[in-house]
T-cell receptor
Framework: GNSVTQMEGPVTLSEEAFLTINCTYT??????LFWYVQYPGEGLQLLLK?????DKGSNKGFEATYRKETTSFHLEKGSVQVSDSAVYFC????????????FGRGTQLTVWP | DGGITQSPKYLFRKEGQNVTLSCEQNLNHDAMYWYRQDPGQGLRLIYYSQIVNDFQKGDIAEGYSVSREKKESFPLTVTSAQKNPTAFYLC?????????????FGDGTRLSIL
C-alpha cells in the first residue's frame, strides 16, 4: 500500500490566503519526511525536510512539523503568492536505509491574484 | 553548476521500438533513480541504483531496463514490451547513505507514442 497519503487537490486560493496541505505517513521505525515542489514542465525541487519527531522544516515561508503521535507532516504557509502555484509532493523514506523515497500523489495548488 | 541533465526533453516512440532516455549527473552522487509520473498518480519508482554496476527493480520495472556502468550516468531504456509508455520520466540522484538525504531531480523527459 501507499506509505504516504496526501490531501487530494486541486486547491485554489486567493493571494495572501493561508495554505494547509495535509500529509500522513505509515512506516515502521523513524522515517525521514520531505516536501517537494514541482513547477510546470520541470522536475521536483526539495522544499523542506524533517528527520525526527518534533522537527520543523521550513523554507520560503513554508513550514511542516513532524508529528509522530499523529503520523503527520502537514505543509503550511501563512500567506500564499501567485508564484507558489505548483504541484506539491509529500515523501517518506519509510525508515529504510535503502535510500529510496515513497511519494504521495501530489496536490495541485493554484493561487489567484 | 552541479546538477542532473536529462535528454531529450521530448521523445517520440514508434510501435515496436526501443528508446533510451539519458540521465547524467555531476554531483558525485552514488545513488540514482528513475521515476514515471502520470497525471493523478504521483511518482512511481521504475529502477534505482545505489552504486556503480548494481541496480534494483522498483515498483513498475516491467518493460524497462537500465545500466549503471559509470557513476555519472544511469540511462533508461523503454522497451517495446512496455505497452503504455506515454508519461513524464524523471531521473534523480542522491548521496545514498544516510538515507535521509534529499534526492535531486532532473527536468524530465516527456515520452509520447507516434
Amino acid at each position: 500500500g501507499n506509505s504516504v497519503t496526501q490531501m487530494e487537490g486541486p486547491v485554489t486560493l486567493s493571494e495572501e490566503a493561508f495554505l494547509t496541505i495535509n500529509c500522513t505517513y505509515t512506516a515502521t521505525g523513524y522515517p525521514s519526511l520531505f516536501w517537494y515542489v514541482q513547477y510546470p514542465g520541470e522536475g521536483l525541487q526539495l522544499l523542506l525536510k524533517a528527520t525526527k519527531a518534533d522537527d520543523k522544516g521550513s523554507n520560503k515561508g513554508f513550514e511542516a512539523t513532524y508529528r509522530k503521535e499523529t503520523t503527520s507532516f502537514h505543509l503550511e504557509k501563512g500567506s500564499v503568492q501567485v508564484s507558489d502555484s505548483a504541484v506539491y509532493f509529500c515523501a517518506s523514506d519509510r525508515g529504510s536505509t535503502l535510500g529510496r523515497l515513497y511519494f504521495g500523489r501530489g496536490t495541485q495548488l493554484t493561487v489567484w491574484p | 553548476d552541479g546538477g542532473i541533465t536529462q535528454s531529450p526533453k521530448y521523445l517520440f516512440r514508434k510501435e515496436g521500438q526501443n528508446v533510451t532516455l539519458s540521465c547524467e549527473q555531476n554531483l558525485n552522487h552514488d545513488a540514482m533513480y528513475w521515476y514515471r509520473q502520470d497525471p493523478g498518480q504521483g511518482l512511481r519508482l521504475i529502477y534505482y541504483s545505489q552504486i556503480v554496476n548494481d541496480f534494483q527493480k522498483g515498483d513498475i520495472a516491467e518493460g524497462y531496463s537500465v545500466s549503471r556502468e559509470k557513476k555519472e550516468s544511469f540511462p533508461l531504456t523503454v522497451t517495446s514490451a512496455q505497452k503504455n509508455p506515454t508519461a513524464f520520466y524523471l531521473c534523480a540522484s542522491s548521496i545514498g547513505q544516510p538515507s535521509n538525504q534529499p534526492q535531486h531531480f532532473g527536468d524530465g523527459t516527456r515520452l509520447s507514442i507516434l
